[in-house]
């Protein structure tokens, strides 16, 4: 039920049409709104990495909200949610269960893993092994898990958020750039300004308001949305934009690895559910210099002597939109 307080007030039964969709992004990030203070964009992209079905990497130091803001999700979808604390012990069937024998039957039974759940918190996920990083290839990719050659699908809607300290390397394994391609989004929220963690702390100087949040839509909604994004139609010269920015990444003497196949793919995905959110149903260029930063960012590796140089990746990317932007205006 709604909250009547709420700045949009009445849910449709289902969700059907564009505006429908619209309507329930919004209410979903406005409730979120309520436990994360003053980071509407992340949530934002966050929702929007959700109707693409993707995956988040947040970057982020400790103590920013990146654990609550993943609850309050998955509660105000009415969502099931687990929290994944990666340590260097924990083994790859503690993610993805494992199949024990049940003398009640005389069989082996499947034992579902923490990743069996519609929003998994994989919460410093470079601390543990690559081996266990690995076990969350085939779920991020496949939407499914396989153990003693049985296949078993997670429910749906599905999508990993995982997070990582950027200041903190002992004792932390790198994630690899495979790991790193599966992730449709990185994104991180950074510190409070002055009067958003003053409104913070009164939000929560009582009773959490987590206690309080209520779900404010479906995981049968977030369904119909991920349908409504792929029928943003998408322009040839939209293609081929994403495709120059792409292309230049690859092209550069200073990046050892540039974006791939899969992260063009993407971008054109990020960009149709930027537009639905925006309210059209077809993708203009803007929305693809939207998104490319948080698309491309962490999947283009830079060569030792580009940190000499003092290029980032950042700067490649942006380079490649004013590029593919120059030669879609000719």
Not at 19 to 43: D, F, L, T
Not at 87 to 98: A, E, F, L, V
Request: hydrophobic share 40%; with cysteine; glycine share 4%.
């Amino acid at each position: 039920m709604y909250d009547r307080h709420d700045p949009y007030e009445a849910r449709p039964a289902r969700i059907t049409n564009n505006a429908q969709a619209v309507h329930c992004m919004q209410h979903i990030i406005s409730n979120v709104e309520k436990i994360i203070v003053g980071k509407r964009y992340a949530i934002t992209l966050i929702m929007t990495t959700l109707a693409c079905r993707g995956h988040v990497l947040i970057e982020d130091v400790p103590g920013v909200g990146k654990t609550s803001m993943v609850a309050a999700l998955a509660r105000s979808v009415n969502g099931t949610f687990k929290r994944i604390q990666f340590t260097p012990d924990i083994m790859p069937s503690d993610i993805t269960g494992y199949s024990a024998f049940s003398p009640k039957t005389g069989e082996f039974e499947y034992r579902q893993g923490a990743v069996m759940s519609q929003f998994v918190l994989a919460d410093e996920i470079n601390r543990t092994s690559p081996k266990t990083q690995s076990s969350l290839l085939e779920v991020m990719e496949e939407n499914q898990v396989t153990v003693d050659g049985q296949t078993y699908r997670v429910p749906a809607p599905f999508i990993v958020l995982a997070t990582q300290n950027p200041v903190e390397y002992l004792g932390t394994y790198a994630l690899p750039e495979a790991q790193l391609d599966r992730f449709f989004m990185k994104i991180s929220l950074g510190y409070p300004d002055m009067k958003e963690e003053g409104r913070m702390l009164e939000r929560f100087k009582g009773r959490s308001p987590m206690d309080e949040l209520r779900s404010v839509a479906e995981g049968e909604d977030i369904i119909e949305i991920q349908r409504l994004v792929e029928s943003i139609h998408v322009d040839t010269s939209i293609n081929q934009f994403i495709v120059d920015i792409s292309r230049y990444t690859r092209d550069q003497s200073d990046v050892q690895l540039g974006a791939s196949p899969r992260a063009s793919l993407c971008l054109f995905k990020a960009a149709q559910a930027w537009a639905l959110y925006n309210g059209r149903d077809y993708v203009v260029p803007d929305d693809v210099v939207q998104m490319a930063p948080h698309v491309l960012e962490h999947r283009i590796l830079m060569k030792q002597e580009a940190a000499i140089k003092k290029i980032r990746a950042i700067d490649v990317v942006d380079k490649a939109i004013k590029q593919a932007t120059a030669s879609l205006k000719r």
